[in-house]
């Protein structure tokens, strides 16, 4: 497993996700040049207009650490082009989706704004560490190595699925892909738990382990797999199942492994305090039910924002 401090890792076509399909298949603007999405026009900390209206918690804003009490404004770290999970609006820099969007629901709950700096996965974790970033809401999965340097509160739930070329030639699934070319994103989850519990299950067996191809996103491995370069891609759910939907030439061959991720920011910070109290106020209101609906990830839904549970 690589280090947190370095590599951390990470349903139906709704009518508010549609234009986005046109990211899977073109370049999309580099999210490591860290474009900021803050307050849409017309909202104001505390109120923004992109998301369902949400009471202000009273006391968990009065939790939040003196320094972001004077500012009054959150840096949440997300990475791009990955529909429906994160990904810019159609020929703007607003990043949309639903961690965008339930960044905006936890400020709202604070009282705060809430400013999407976009940045590459594997470079969220070190970008904490260097007070870059207040915190990450990016489907980043609570791990035991992970919790050594951030504290976790989950906000909802997805598994990780096998992509293939359409039909499925070589009959993959999450046990048959020993000695496959598989792409993964760099830091995530399905690369630093998943592949070394397959590979061990390989060698076990007398097989190869997997030939792991890392990409910054997902956009960049599925084109990888529709150019016959891989057999399969590893990644979370929400964001596969929605690219089978847009591109004919890949399918779904497996889902495996549904568990919580979680909003991740600095160890011991205080922060975690405000922020688990806020969730709590978000996962019981209709705006968090709004939200997840807009995205057709519904049954991603949470109904207890647990801290520091490690998957």
């Known amino acids: 497993m690589k280090s947190p401090t370095t590599k951390p890792s990470r349903l139906g076509v709704p009518a508010a996700i549609a234009t986005a399909a046109l990211l899977l298949a073109v370049t999309a603007c580099s ?6 999405s803050a307050v849409s026009p017309g909202g104001t900390p505390g109120q923004d207009a992109s998301v369902p209206a949400l009471d202000v918690n009273q006391a968990a804003a009065q939790l939040l650490p003196d320094s972001i009490k004077a500012s009054k404004v959150l840096r949440v770290a997300i990475p791009t082009n990955e529909p429906p999970t994160q990904f810019y609006r159609e020929g703007t820099q607003e990043m949309t989706g639903a961690n965008p969007d339930v960044a905006r629901l936890i400020g709202e709950a604070l009282g705060v704004k809430v400013e999407i700096q976009v940045a590459n996965f594997d470079s969220i974790i070190p970008g904490i560490a260097a007070g870059r ?11 035991t190595e992970r919790m050594k340097v951030l504290d976790f509160v989950d906000y909802m739930q997805m598994g990780s699925t096998v992509a293939v070329a359409k039909g499925n030639p070589l009959g993959l699934n999450e046990k048959s892909l ?3 070319k598989v792409g993964v994103l760099t830091g995530s989850y399905q690369l630093t738990v998943d592949v070394p519990d397959f590979d061990k299950s390989c ?6 382990k997997i030939q792991t191809n890392e990409f910054q996103d997902t ?7 529709t150019s016959g370069r891989l057999d399969a891609v590893l990644a979370d759910s929400p964001i596969l199942n929605f690219a089978a939907t847009q591109n ?3 399918e779904i061959a497996a889902k495996y492994g549904f568990a919580p991720v979680g909003v991740g920011m600095p160890k011991d910070s205080g922060l975690v305090k405000s922020v688990s109290a806020a969730l709590n106020t978000v996962i019981k209101s ?15 839904a949470i109904t207890d924002a647990r801290v520091n549970f490690a998957q």
Do not use: F, H, N, W
């Open 31 to 36: 999210p490591a040049t860290s474009a900021t």
């Open 133 to 143: 970033y207040d915190m990450t809401v990016s489907s980043m999965t609570p791990t």
């Open 178 to 180: 020993c000695g496959k």
């Open 203 to 208: 060698t076990d067996g007398g097989k190869d």
């Open 219 to 225: 956009r960049q491995a599925i084109s990888a797999l």
């Open 248 to 250: 004919p030439q890949i």
């Open 286 to 300: 209709d705006s968090y039910v709004k939200v997840l609906g807009k995205y057709g990830l519904e049954s991603s």
